[in-house]
């Protein structure tokens, strides 16, 4: 005899999406690229670091693993879209911060010192923006 516990029955039957694997396996190797966990560079065609800066705007720096992992996290909401998911404000609260919490990185420097204050925090938010957004291709 199974039994639920607490709020978790709801979440039975619930699966991520094919549609959302790729984004769930790109945004923790992008966002460890980007808070500095480790970095990410191609030697071939001379050579590509995806931290680099492709634009400068106001002294941030927007490089592709910025980009990537706020596309990928909107390519999760749109493919939930599609499926018509009613987000609780649980789930709300995780895209904001998995939305926000990179640009903040980039365009707020009291935010990036929180960062990059040490390995912990910096490996935390790694961690917490990836599992924001498995969560939220997991529910939806």
């Known amino acids: ?26 945004i923790p190797w992008f966002a460890a690229t980007i808070f500095g966990v480790f970095s990410f560079e191609l030697s071939i065609f001379g050579g590509y670091n995806f931290s680099d800066a492709i634009w400068s705007v106001g002294g941030a720096e927007i490089s592709f693993a910025l980009l990537a992992v706020l596309f990928l996290t ?32 980039v365009f707020v420097p009291a935010f990036e010192s929180l960062v990059l204050w ?23």
């Open 1 to 26: 005899m199974a039994t639920a516990f607490g709020g978790l029955s709801e979440y039975t039957g619930k699966e991520i999406d094919l549609i959302d694997l790729a984004a769930v396996i790109g």
């Open 74 to 105: 909107v390519w999760i909401l749109g493919t939930n879209e599609l499926n018509g998911s009613d987000y609780r404000p649980e789930e709300l609260a995780a895209i904001v911060f998995a939305l926000l919490t990179p640009l903040m990185f």
């Open 118 to 140: 040490n390995d912990i925090s910096q490996l935390f938010f790694t961690l917490a923006v990836s599992v924001a957004t498995t969560w939220i291709s997991y529910v939806a």
